[in-house]
């Protein structure tokens, strides 16, 4: 009961953060050239979207990279820890050829955890950049 | 030129090359594409015939089904194969991405990031996943709409809808690029016409891309620079070519 809610809140906060980025792009409030607009909205995908899959944290790399900076730099360092902890974890044979056992599966589990919270965070912050640098502007002034 | 081209793409061939050798196992999304591949092979060319097997739009089920046919007549193997169209997009990136630094809209050193970035290398190469054909698809058409070719940007972006469904998402925000009204007020510094050329820019150039100047870089087109609503100015592209007559 709780993770179908979960995940139906998680997709109605998305795709309204997402409308409320085109509406301020439209209405000007928001300066960001089309680059910077595509990639708010696939970060705002990563940071509001409850579920998380593996492709989904490509999205942002070759737009990011458009302007490289500390942000896409964090960024790439914790979803790289976090695929290397998933794959290890719950895709074996992806990277190695037989799956991990014992305290190796365990380590594997806590990079895969702390890798998918650090891309959440790393997400949410790389958006808020943007968002900053974008600059509202005060209605009326 | 040629050099800063070959220099980035070579390396994200041979690390991917290497990895997808590496990685050459039939499991995860691999052995998901593989049941589609003898589906289309096998049994009919309609993926959508079958619940649950395929949720893509179509093209890339040719590509499962290509990979699957040439494995069996002893061409490589499936997994190695089906990886193919991925790294192939990914050295687009790369080659698109100094396109871009060239042009002054990305950094000089983003092909490289890309060619060597983990993330890239990880889900392409290691685990075959195809996004990156309609992320090369989608930043052809952000690039196109940056040079002001409109219908360019949406061809581009209408491939890569119908190769995947999420870059719909900057569908409206690439139809609205270079439309939106001007703000009643700047939210920052106004820029000089000159500080918009690319070589104007340089890491002490005040601006909103403050993560960009803390890397030593400062694109050459930020955000406002271009007027908001009117026509644009021409490409340099279109300049050279109306100077050639």
């Keep these: ?37 595509s990639l708010a909205t696939v970060l705002a995908f990563l940071a509001l979207y409850g579920l998380q899959s593996a492709q ?11 302007r490289p900076g500390r942000a896409s730099a964090a960024y790439a360092a914790a979803a790289t820890a976090g ?25 594997a589990g806590r990079l895969w955890v702390c ?22 502007v005060k209605a009326g002034s | 030129m040629r050099r800063a081209l070959l220099g980035p793409v070579l390396v994200a061939l041979v690390l991917r090359l290497v990895v997808v050798l590496a990685t050459d196992r039939v499991v995860a999304d691999v052995a998901r594409y593989e049941r589609v591949a003898r589906h289309l092979l096998d049994v009919s060319w309609n993926p959508y015939e079958t619940r649950r097997l395929y949720p893509y739009p179509p093209p890339w089920a040719a590509a499962e089904a290509a990979a699957g046919w040439l494995a069996r007549r002893g061409v490589g193997s499936f997994a190695a194969n ?5 790294l192939a997009a990914d050295l687009l990136l790369v080659a698109l991405l100094a396109a871009a630094a060239r042009a002054g809209r990305a950094a000089p050193f983003a092909p490289w990031l890309y060619a060597v970035h983990p993330v890239s290398v990880l889900v392409g190469a ?32 209408s491939a890569a809808i119908a190769t995947k469904s999420f870059p719909v998402l900057a569908l ?22 000159a500080s ?15 993560a960009a100047a803390s890397s030593g870089w400062q694109p050459a087109r930020c955000p406002g620079a271009r007027p908001c609503s009117g026509p644009r100015p021409p490409s340099p592209r279109r300049s050279s070519s109306s100077a050639r007559g």
């Design chain 1, 83 to 107: 695929l290397v902890g998933f794959y290890l974890f719950l895709a074996p044979g992806v990277l190695v050829p037989a799956p991990l056992d014992g305290r190796a599966l365990a380590w």
């Design chain 2, 172 to 193: 409206p925000l690439l139809a609205l690029d270079g439309k939106a009204p001007c703000p009643s007020r700047s939210p920052t510094p106004a820029r000089s016409p």
């Design chain 1, 1 to 37: 009961m709780f993770w179908p809610a979960a995940a139906l809140a998680s997709k109605v906060l998305f795709v309204g953060a997402w409308m409320t980025l085109v509406v301020a792009v439209r209405a000007g409030r928001l300066r960001l050239d089309a680059a910077r607009a």
């Design chain 1, 115 to 136: 890798g998918a919270a650090a891309s959440l965070a790393a997400s949410a912050a790389w958006l808020l950049g943007i968002l900053g640098d974008g600059a509202f």
């Design chain 2, 126 to 157: 290691a685990h075959g996943q195809f996004d990156a054909i309609p992320l090369v698809l989608l930043l052809l058409a952000v690039e196109e709409s940056a040079r002001g070719r409109r219908d360019a940007s949406a061809l581009a972006l």
């Design chain 2, 196 to 210: 918009s050329s690319p070589t104007a820019a340089s890491p002490t150039s005040a601006g909103p891309a403050s």
């Design chain 2, 82 to 86: 089906v990886k193919l169209p991925v």
């Design chain 1, 56 to 66: 989904y944290l490509l999205w942002p790399v070759p737009l990011g990279l458009l």
